[in-house]
């Protein structure tokens, strides 16, 4: 996608539509030293020559030892450098500050600070007896071995299940295609929670949703729904991330279970029925 925007001679605002509303991926990544100086060269007008050249002085700077803090940083700060730099040379400095023998893409840190927020909330209201601890390393431990269960069970308590207790394969749904990627379940919420997998827009709006429809109360649906999409819109574009998009079936989905007398009863009903001969 980004050698089609240096082919097609996109502005940077062109770009940034492509990834959040055409692919519903994040925006640049001003962290990824490929996708910070995709941003330089698109801000400025320069092409893909231009970007593999300041690309090849990128990779003769030494490694930095404080890469790793600045990577863990929020999002914003590390943007907000990025889009400080007004010269190559100031580009160069901060892309150095990035410059890490450390494979491979990580999670958001924004990302993964909402998701664990939503993701205890959840567990809160749905565990009221106090049973995973006061101390806090308790609740934690708690929560990584059983909260990934109980939030399966809350949002897919109708689905059918394997012999060994897990959800039956997507393959077996008629939602396979609109669907598939966009399960929450327990291996996957593990995964997340062990840094093993990125955070997606789908799993951050279906813990919106889940923590919505337990805490909607007594709203009338209209402004259960309003508040639903305020809520998901707020939080995916804290993560970079596009705002609800009605012609994706699972995101108008969402917003028709809100729209329910029971949210979450509805969610679980079509759940069932699509596994059905």
């Avoid at 320069?46 to 863990?72: Q, V």
């Avoid at 993964?112 to 565990?127: N, P, T």
């Avoid at 393959?171 to 327990?186: A, N, V, Y």
């Avoid at 609800?244 to 029971?262: G, N, S, W």
Wanted: aromatic share 10%; charged share 25%; proline share 4%.
């Amino acid at each position: 996608m980004l050698l089609l925007g240096f082919g097609l001679g996109m502005t940077l605002t062109e770009v940034e539509v492509m990834l959040t509303k055409g692919l519903l991926e994040a925006g640049l990544n001003p962290k990824d030293p490929v996708e910070a100086l995709c941003w330089y060269c698109f801000q400025y007008g320069l092409d893909y020559w231009r970007f593999c050249e300041l690309w090849e002085r990128f990779e003769a700077l030494p490694e930095n030892s404080e890469a790793e803090k600045i990577l863990s940083e929020k999002t914003c700060q590390t943007r907000a450098r990025l889009e400080s730099a007004r010269t190559e040379a100031e580009l160069l400095a901060y892309l150095g500050s990035l410059q890490t023998s450390m494979p491979g893409k990580r999670q958001s840190v924004t990302a993964r600070g909402e998701f664990e927020s939503l993701f205890q909330r959840i567990i809160d209201i749905v565990v009221k007896d106090g049973s995973l601890g006061k101390d806090a390393s308790q609740r934690e431990q708690s929560i990584l071995s059983y909260g990934g269960s109980l939030l399966e069970n809350t949002l897919y308590t109708t689905v059918p299940r394997d012999p060994h207790g897990n959800l039956t394969p997507m393959k077996r749904t008629r939602f396979k295609d609109i669907f598939f990627h966009k399960r929450l379940s327990r291996q996957r919420i593990y995964d997340i929670m062990k840094g093993r997998c990125p955070i997606s827009r789908y799993d951050l709006m279906t813990l919106r949703f889940c923590l919505s429809a337990l805490d909607s109360g007594k709203l009338a649906p209209e402004k259960r729904v309003a508040r639903f999409e305020g809520d998901a819109n707020a939080l995916l574009n804290a993560c970079g991330m596009h705002d609800l998009y009605d012609a994706v079936p699972y995101e108008i989905f969402l917003k028709m279970c809100m729209a329910t007398e029971d949210p979450l009863c509805t969610f679980a009903d079509v759940w069932e029925l699509s596994y059905a001969e």
